[in-house]
């Protein structure tokens, strides 16, 4: 009889859990090498998932310092302007790569909106609204998380706004 692999649970997973959100999530083979800007994409077909469906987790910084987290298309790029207003910030800069594990404790790949080391604003982007479960990282890479768009902003006190570009 084989032995099962122990699944250890991310922070993501835990909290949503705990907070009675339901979700599932997927795995998937992670190919340390690739860091292309195509990522979330490759593993969206990878999965056999509809990539507008599939959102990536960015992290902006305000000019005072603060910080938003915007969830966009894994197709789509992020319109800092548009995510500034909605936002209601002066401007938005994407987080430098070095930033992003000291300040959520998510690395790049593997950061999801759910179980950051402090929340921050959150944006999604309003497409998802159009689909009754989206695909979120779960927190690291190799993991997928799947749940209501509405359970997702709820969770996070998150926003539904235009933030891609057209």
Same mark, same amino acid.
């Given at each position: 009889?084989?032995?099962?692999?122990?699944?250890?649970?991310?922070?993501?997973?835990?909290?949503?859990?705990?907070?009675? !959100?339901?979700?599932?999530?997927? #795995?998937?083979?992670?190919?340390?090498?690739?860091?292309?800007?195509?990522?979330?994409? &490759?593993?969206?077909?990878?999965?056999?998932?509809?990539?507008?469906?599939?959102?990536? #987790?960015?992290?902006? /910084? +305000?000019?005072?310092?603060?910080?938003?987290?915007?969830?966009?298309? /894994? +197709?789509?790029?992020?319109? =800092?302007?548009?995510? +500034?207003?909605?936002?209601?910030?002066?401007? =938005?800069?994407?987080? &430098?790569?070095?930033? =992003?594990?000291? #300040?959520?404790?998510? /690395?790049?790949?593997?950061?999801?909106?759910?179980?950051?080391?402090?929340?921050?604003?959150?944006?999604?982007?309003?497409?998802?609204?159009?689909?009754?479960?989206? &695909?979120?990282?779960?927190?690291?890479?190799?993991?997928?998380? !799947?749940?209501?768009?509405?359970? =997702?902003?709820?969770?996070?006190?998150?926003?539904?706004?235009?933030? /891609?570009?057209?």
């Amino acid at each position: 009889m084989a032995r099962r692999e122990k699944f250890q649970k991310t922070n993501a997973m835990r909290e949503l859990e705990a907070a009675g !959100v339901p979700f599932s999530y997927e #795995t998937y083979e992670v190919d340390e090498t690739d860091t292309s800007s195509e990522l979330g994409l &490759h593993i969206a077909r990878m999965l056999g998932e509809d990539p507008a469906a599939s959102f990536k #987790t960015l992290v902006c /910084v +305000a000019p005072a310092g603060g910080h938003v987290v915007c969830c966009i298309p /894994v +197709a789509d790029e992020l319109d =800092l302007k548009k995510a +500034a207003v909605a936002a209601g910030e002066k401007s =938005l800069a994407l987080m &430098h790569v070095r930033d =992003l594990e000291p #300040t959520t404790g998510y /690395v790049r790949g593997g950061c999801s909106p759910v179980g950051m080391k402090r929340r921050f604003p959150t944006l999604i982007d309003e497409t998802a609204q159009l689909f009754d479960e989206i &695909h979120v990282s779960g927190g690291r890479r190799g993991l997928s998380l !799947v749940l209501a768009p509405d359970d =997702l902003a709820g969770f996070c006190e998150a926003s539904f706004a235009d933030i /891609v570009r057209g």
